[in-house]
Each structure stands twice: as C-alpha cells, then as structure tokens.
C-alpha cells in the first residue's frame, strides 16, 4: 500500500470485520509464494453480491501475477457458492486497477458519492501521496493506521 502511496490499514480492522460483519460472507484471500504471503484480498457479500472490498500484492512478487491468482479465486469462490454478481470494487477510471479489472470483462458501473458536512479530501492532496511513497516503511507502518483512522477510504 506504501508503493502505492496509500497509509496502510491497521490489521484489527480487518479482524474485527471478519469476526463482526453480520450481512453475508467476510472472507479473506492469501496468495503464497512457496511459505511467503505475497497478496491478500478482502471479499464481503450482501444478498447475491459478492464485493472486492480491498486488495493488495507485493510489488517485488507482481511479475508472478499473484492478484490473477487472487482474482481467479475470488471469483470461483463467488460460482460455488451460487453468489449472481461479483464486483471488483471501485477503481479510478483510467487507472492501472481499472484498466486490470476491464481485462476480466467487468462492466463499469458510476458510483455516486455524497459528502455532506464533509468539504476536505485528503484524496486531492496528490503531492502527499508521492511523498508517502518516500518514507521509510516502518514509518509508514506506524503512521498509516493513525492517518486512517481520520480520512476517507
């Protein structure tokens, strides 16, 4: 997440939505390179959707594919489990994730955000993310989780 100039997310946030999400299916995906974990995903389902909620890889293991893998698998999850729709998750238009997810055939679908009472979005900052990028990553470690807990995803 550091490559991609984004804080990481605390690894609680995740067990506690394994552990309290009520709504349908909260599965967590890990891809192996031998003993080492070099992708995860996060999948949430509600009624017959079953959504990419968040994703990652190691930079220094993308030239083996493992988001492929990851994504193979995910969606095979969805088919045997009878679940209608899958979606990627969101993703700029025009980005690398985009582009990704159009490869496998998605269809795009506009999402609309309303943010009432809310004017600022750390997301415009873009010079913050290049400098992220530049920090050492057990500061990143450190910070992200902090710096999550007070912006948008």
Request: hydrophobic share 45%; proline share 4%; glycine share 6%.
């Amino acid at each position: 997440m550091r490559h991609l100039g984004s804080p990481v997310i605390e690894k609680t946030f995740f067990l506690n939505l394994i552990e309290r999400y009520k709504n349908g299916i909260a599965k967590i995906f890990i891809c192996y390179y031998g003993n080492i974990p070099v992708g995860g995903s996060l999948v949430l389902s509600y009624f017959n959707l079953l959504e990419v909620s968040w994703a990652s890889t190691l930079i220094d293991y993308n030239k083996l594919k493992p988001n492929m893998v990851l994504y193979w698998e995910m969606i095979k999850f969805s088919i045997e489990n009878k679940i209608i729709f899958f979606s990627f998750g969101r993703s700029t238009k025009g980005s690398g994730a985009h582009e990704f997810k159009l490869r496998w055939g998605a269809m795009e679908q506009p999402l609309i955000f309303n943010y009432s009472n809310f004017n600022f979005d750390i997301r415009r900052l873009k010079f913050l993310s290049h400098l992220w990028r530049k920090l050492p990553i057990a500061l990143t470690n450190k910070l992200g989780p902090l710096l999550r807990r007070f912006t948008k995803i």
